[in-house]
């Protein structure tokens, strides 16, 4: 019995050794750090817009006779990978982030500007008509967007009773911004308006 108890105590004696000799005596914390990312070069403004209705009954907007319809203007900041390390995660990227992005959405020709208007980004939206909104003092960082929605009618058209009406943003449209790219600073879209005759 006592020579089985002795046993026993240098069989865990020598687990111990063994646990010991595999952990370090002082072990270390590893933080992970996130990959390098380098930008450089100018942003790159592109607005696209969108309508959440195909038509609209044309109307009076002082008689509340009438349809509207939303259109979402989203302004992205793109950016393109350049280079990249696929073994470290540390990237290249062309763009920037870019500040007092300015834009303009003009209506047209029936459509009228009505109700809020809703903006992100640091736009300031305000209608320098009833078919003219102007925004200013946005930023967008790089690989970034913004966001405006405006709800707009149509008045009372009539024969043939019916005819696509327009919505087209232009961002940066003084230029004050230089950027990669100053061809894709226009975007469209349209709605169809009719009209009971």
Same mark, same amino acid.
């Given at each position: ?8 105590? *240098?069989?865990? @004696? ?13 072990? +270390? ?5 996130? /990959? ?6 100018? /942003?790159?403004?592109?607005? +696209?817009?969108? @309508? ?9 907007? @002082? *008689? ?15 950016? *393109?990978?350049? =280079? ?7 990237? +290249? ?7 007092? &992005? ?25 209608? =320098?008509?009833?078919? %003219?909104? +102007?925004? %200013? ?8 967007? =913004?966001? &405006? &929605?405006? !709800? ?12 696509? #009406? ?8 003084? #230029?004050?911004? $230089? !950027? ?6 226009? $975007? ?5 308006? *009719?009209?009971?005759?």
């Amino acid at each position: 019995m006592f020579q089985s108890r002795i046993a026993l105590l *240098t069989s865990a @004696a020598a687990l111990l050794l063994a646990a010991s000799a595999a952990t370090p005596a002082s072990a +270390q914390i590893v933080t992970l750090k996130p /990959p390098p990312i380098t930008q450089y070069g100018p /942003p790159d403004l592109v607005p +696209q817009i969108t @309508a959440n209705k195909s038509s609209i009954l044309a109307g009076n907007w @002082a *008689t509340g006779v009438y349809e509207t319809v939303l259109f979402t203007v989203t302004v992205e900041n793109r950016t *393109t990978v350049v =280079a990249s390390n696929p073994i470290t995660g540390a990237k +290249q990227i062309a763009g920037s982030a870019a500040s007092g &992005v300015s834009l303009e959405i003009d209506l047209g020709p029936n459509l009228r500007q009505a109700g809020n208007i809703g903006a992100n980004g640091g736009l300031s939206c305000l209608p =320098a008509s009833s078919q %003219v909104i +102007q925004c %200013v003092g946005g930023t967008i960082g790089a690989g970034g967007s =913004a966001t &405006v &929605v405006i !709800e707009a009618y149509a008045a009372r058209i009539y024969a043939p009773c019916w005819e696509v #009406n327009y919505a087209d943003v232009g961002v940066d449209p003084n #230029n004050t911004i $230089a !950027e990669v790219s100053e061809l894709n600073n226009r $975007a469209t879209s349209s709605v169809l308006v *009719t009209s009971i005759c």
